[in-house]
């Protein structure tokens, strides 16, 4: 029992410590907090970032269908020279 009341009492004790004890002081320009996130140059230049990634990716895509388009192209070419020589 008086380890009980011993633990218990050392609770009420932290409880019950002065609330500036455990206060962080700021100083008045960092208080803002999440203020890079809702600014309007960090939001543009995210936005700038992203449709620079998005076309990079669509014209990587377009460069592979491209030559993909070429590819079939040339089978084509291939089987027409072939069915044209059997006439």
């Known amino acids: 029992m008086s380890v009980i009341r011993a633990t218990s009492s050392v609770r009420?004790?932290?409880l019950r410590a002065p609330a500036?004890?455990?206060v962080r002081n700021y100083s008045p320009d960092s208080r803002?907090?999440?203020a890079t996130g809702s600014s309007t140059s960090?939001?543009?230049r995210e936005q700038a970032s992203e449709t620079k990634y998005?076309?990079?990716h669509e014209a990587e895509r377009?460069?592979?269908a491209k030559q993909k388009l070429e590819q079939a192209q040339a089978?084509?070419?291939k089987q027409q020279k072939i069915v044209?020589?059997?006439k």
Do not use: C, T, Y
Request: glycine share 4%; no cysteine.
């Open 12 to 14: 009420l004790m932290a």
């Open 20 to 22: 500036p004890m455990f």
């Open 32 to 34: 803002s907090e999440g």
């Open 42 to 44: 960090f939001r543009e």
């Open 54 to 56: 998005i076309k990079e």
């Open 62 to 64: 377009l460069k592979q």
């Open 75 to 77: 089978e084509v070419d």
């Open 84 to 86: 044209d020589k059997s």
